[in-house]
């Protein structure tokens, strides 16, 4: 088995509960590691016998690119999509990071993250 990890994809994108996290958008930061059998692809050289990352990161993108409140949603639409995509994937761990997330309150905070498995 080998784990492919994908960290520090970045996008632009409009999750959140309030209406004006979802109109003007903020930087979210998405790490991404799935287990899978690397056998061939070490033995052959050969893309094919692997997960192709780009291929990953286009459906990481198109699911950044669907607004949600909460990045729960976003985190497992994105395992059920590389799911879906790649069924040769076995445990897949996703981190879904939101800079400066708006605070009810006014208040300031760095970053939030949810981290899913599936």
């Known amino acids: 088995m ?6 520090g994809m970045e996008f632009f994108a409009y999750h959140g509960c309030f209406k004006e996290e979802r109109v003007i958008g903020t930087r979210f930061i998405v790490d991404l590691s799935i287990e899978t059998d690397t056998g061939e692809a070490e033995a ?6 692997t997960i192709n990352y780009q291929s990953v990161y286009k459906l990481v993108k198109t699911e950044m690119e669907i607004k949600s409140h909460l990045l729960e ?8 999509s590389v799911q879906k ?15 400066n997330p708006a605070l009810s309150d006014g208040g300031k905070v760095k970053q939030v993250c949810v981290t899913l498995n599936g």
């Open 2 to 7: 080998g784990l492919i990890q994908i960290e």
């Open 44 to 49: 052959t050289d050969d893309l094919k016998k």
């Open 73 to 80: 949603h976003v985190a497992r639409r994105i395992i059920q």
């Open 85 to 99: 995509h790649h069924p040769e994937a076995g445990n897949i761990l996703v981190k879904v990071v939101k800079l």
